[in-house]
């Protein structure tokens, strides 16, 4: 892929929204954001610790992903469109 | 299970909510929020100390811990429900 | 007592409201917030420092403690009510 | 006395308010916070620096201190009123 | 090129702005800020770590970058424009 | 003097207030605060680094200082007006 | 000059406003501020990092800087007109 993101960022690809929705029964005063899925394409060195060390990343290429619905910026790389987001917005690796 | 929360986030299945309610006599201008009761189901290898070190997860897998009801977000994997969280919104371990 | 509180959080059982009003005459645009006193039945393993060490907690089992009427969330164990707060809550131990 | 502040809090006797109010003449636009005197009746250990060291208190009871108004909360000892609040909020000592 | 910009700041002369739109059938909710694409004419030392060590920048002169549409103050070199920025918001080097 | 400022606050005696605005056609809307002249009466140990060492005073008594208006506490000492503030609300020492 | 600034403050002599503007068609929804040209009269020590160590400034005596129009404080010394800011308000030097 001919993009390299920063720090602790990612490229991800988006995939199609799974169904995350919890019943109504069980949390009727829900407000919780439903996350979304997607696929890691590139990823940046890591953020810094306190004093300059490199931290490494957890995701790697290839990693499906679970994110914030409200994450990340748009980019077209290529014709094609991903997401550019911080490691910290990540939730969880499916694996 | 198929999912591995990031850094020093859990995945927790929540639990029939336990009756938390104080008596209007002792606390009658409480407004405090009642927490959930959950099993922690995966944990993330921990969050980072400033000199880059893991601090281990003082939670385990199969944990009944007591969290805020307006923690974390829900996510849907192989059709069951679960909230991601991180560690630090978790109260206290039930035993 | 079968609840363990995460990091630095204590489990207090609330005791009767003490009497600590400020006369008028001596401090008439008061709007200080009164404070609460509770017994501690449960402490965690206490916050961590940057470096990841532990900070031991201060108070322990069985202290009579002040608090704020605000802090704290409230949960019922074995039928009992109690607050979960964290010892930076707590403002003095009386002996 | 019977009660010990935790971390770097002190309890303060509240001693009769000094006047300290600037002339119109050369501050007319003064809002500036008009500070209170009190007496220190019991220190806590101090607070903790990053790497978890205890940072010793600067007041020792006995101390006579300025104070912002605001400061603090009211709590009653054994029939008496005193002020609890972090050293940070202590602006000075009268020697 | 006759300017240094601080710490870890870049200047940025700024390029076409790519079409980054990701169509409404997949994101119709989004609202998610469009970054820019601009190339690296100077780089300053880096900022500092907490003991003061410089960390050294990711990007070099020459490099293609994005970066959000709102960051960075604009300038004016002989003649010519351009964006000074940290490089925090630098999302990625397009290779 | 009989008073000692806690931590990195100085004692400030408030001088006669310079003249320190700039014309109107160099910098018509300018909406800059103004800062006031004064002499330091006493300083603290100073502030403390993230590993619990003093950070020693830039400022001694004697020093005239440049100060922001609205910085500080307003306190009357033997029936003299003083401020008390941080040395970081201090901007500069005129020699 | 008989000024000398605090921490990493710098004295700033502000030079005639250099022309930034960015033309319309390329930046149509620009909203972006535009910095203002100075010449550095006199430096701070620097700030302190994290262990209290002085980080060295990167700017010198002479330096002609760019810096954000809103940044600093106005001051008048021996007649003249100048501007105390932070270092970090300056986005880069004009060689």
Redesign the interface.
Known sequence: M??????N?V?IE?LEQ??????GI??P???????QEGKIV?VG?GS??????I?PM??NVGDIV?F???A??????DGN?Y??MK??D??????
């Open positions: 001919n993009i390299k993101p920063l720090a960022r490229v988006v799974k169904e995350t929705k919890v019943g069980i949390m005063d829900s407000a919780k954001e439903k996350p590139a060195i810094r610790a306190d004093n300059g060390d931290i957890e995701v679970l914030s619905k409200y990340g910026n748009e980019i077209k790389v469109e997401l550019v490691e910290t990540i939730l969880a690796i499916v694996k």
